[in-house]
């Protein structure tokens, strides 16, 4: 899909998804949520004023991990390329009292409109995949950061154990994918750090996230929205859901095999010392990742 057509894609897509007519939370969303936020408090210092996340697909949804993120004072910018998927993610924000701390950019993430060094911290969980540049994206990141400011940003895992790369293609190639989202390309875990060092950050840490079999949060969240409650009242659903969620808190390295990766790095360009990265940089080692 070229990038004229990207807009009016995922306009459709805000019309069409059944995850973004969801009127409650699912039980899914409920467990995704809680992990993300307990990943973050882990890995990142916390203390974050302003913060940047790619894409508002979630904040639209009952997921909303980024309007959770937002502390006293503080401010969440979410930059995302669908004025549709953004007035949900808009209204969400209201309904939570937060309006004058979310703030919108309907913009292209490979090119944002920020200046350099305005942001703590910028996160993104599943949202660079969606472009063949992604590399421009995690620069993109990491650019408008401040100097010692964290990145994060989490893929598709293309080891993940439950086959999420070749469930989401097979679904694609169903015509089944479409109203929920475009392709996505799926990283090992060294194609994710080779792209964080190519960026010069520092102290850079992986791990994986969303040890639960996909399909089956898929599922839920079909089941949801067709308001049919026999999945979220099954005792198996829900114990495998606990254990899968106690599995991933518990046991670090089953992350490793999670549906998802996730690279967190600290940003030290130096301010003088020409030590900054640039986007061709991030290019020539980003090349590599493979398609999926
Ligand atoms: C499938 S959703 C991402 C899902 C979500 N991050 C998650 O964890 O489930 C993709 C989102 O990225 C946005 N998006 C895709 N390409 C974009 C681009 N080039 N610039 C900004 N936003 C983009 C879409 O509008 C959509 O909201």
Redesign the pocket.
Known sequence: MD?TK??E???W??EH?F?LRQRSSSITDIY?RKLILTLINQLGSGCWKRILK?????E??N?Q?GLYLVKDGGELIL????L???MKALVKAAEKGLSHSVHLI?????MMPLRPECVDMSC????IE??P?YNL?FYEQVRVVREGGEVFV?VPNLLNFSLRALSAKMLHIMGLMKK???P?RHFVGSQLISLAKSLNLANIYFTGYHLFPKQLRWLDLWMEYRGVDKLKRSRLFRWLLKAFTLMELRYPFARIFAE?IIVKGVKRWGRDTGQRSSPGEAIGIGQRPRST
Do not use: C, K, Q
């Open positions: 990038g990207l807009p894609y995922w306009d897509v805000a998804s995850h995704y790619l894409d508002a697909y979630n639209a949804t997921t991990y930059v995302d390329i669908s549709g998927i953004a309907v913009a292209d993430f490979r993104s969980f599943g949202s969606h472009v540049e994206a989490g929920m989202t475009n996505e998802m």
